[in-house]
């Protein structure tokens, strides 16, 4: 089983919807959890990290995170077609804080 | 604006060259890492420093090995590059301890190695 589990997408949705994103992870004991975003042929950049279980919201972005089903997504609303990406699932496991595991990422196609 | 920097954005290397990433942030981070990213893998951590002369191995070391001899650098070496290390490696730095928060990574623009 993998660390960290994403569906690689891609995940289509019309411009101005919800696209809704989601994280499963394998060890219980994971602390901090990261969503970042790579456009084609960048690096990942930071959007919003969570370590407390309920929502995080930053403007049409909401973290929400279930520790307990082992589950964390990213909820962005009034999609725009600048958020086509690949979205990267990230979580710091049970004392290793320095080592981040990584998913595969999950593409967003939003439609104009 | 803070940044990480890698040296090299692309190179074309032949089978069994020793190969050198370098890797400079100027933000005074303890941690730096290197991750390769391939199609279909998502990104795996090679090898992650917390201080100066320190290392950890990651989940993919084999045939790679680091050094860092000052905080703001942070090499990756192939001894003896083969083809199935054709991939593009990014270098990210993050900054000390267990605040929350504190595993944020900054990434560098990242380094395409093809291996011939």
């Known amino acids: 089983q993998k660390e960290v589990e994403q569906n690689s997408g891609p995940l289509s949705v019309p411009e101005g919807a919800i696209a809704s994103l989601n994280c499963t992870y394998s060890?219980?004991?994971?602390?901090?959890f990261f969503w970042y975003r790579q456009y084609s042929g960048k690096s990942p950049e930071l959007i919003m990290f969570?370590?407390?279980?309920g929502d995080k919201e930053d403007g049409r972005f909401t973290a929400q995170l279930n520790k307990a089903s082992q589950y964390v997504s990213l909820l962005i609303r009034d999609s725009q077609p600048s958020d086509s990406a690949t979205y990267l699932c990230a979580v710091t496991p049970p004392g290793g804080y320095q080592k981040v595991t990584f998913g595969i990422g999950t593409k967003l196609q939003v439609i104009p | 604006d803070v940044k990480v920097t890698q040296s090299s954005r692309y190179l074309v290397k032949r089978t069994g060259e020793k190969v050198f990433l370098e890797c400079v942030q100027d933000m005074d981070h303890e941690n730096m890492f290197w991750y390769r990213q391939d199609p279909g893998l998502g990104l795996r951590l090679i090898y992650f420093s917390y201080d100066v002369k320190m290392k950890e191995k990651g989940d993919i070391p084999e045939g790679y090995s680091v050094s860092r001899e000052k905080k703001e650098r942070f090499s990756l070496i192939l001894e003896s590059a083969s083809t199935n290390q054709t991939s593009m490696y990014l270098c990210?730095?993050?900054?000390?301890?267990?605040?929350?928060?504190?595993?944020?990574?900054?990434f560098g623009a990242g380094s395409r190695l093809t291996v011939l």
């Open positions: 060890d219980r004991g994971s602390q901090s």
């Open positions: 969570i370590y407390s279980n």
């Open positions: 990210a730095s993050s900054p000390p301890g267990l605040a929350t928060g504190a595993n944020v990574l900054t």
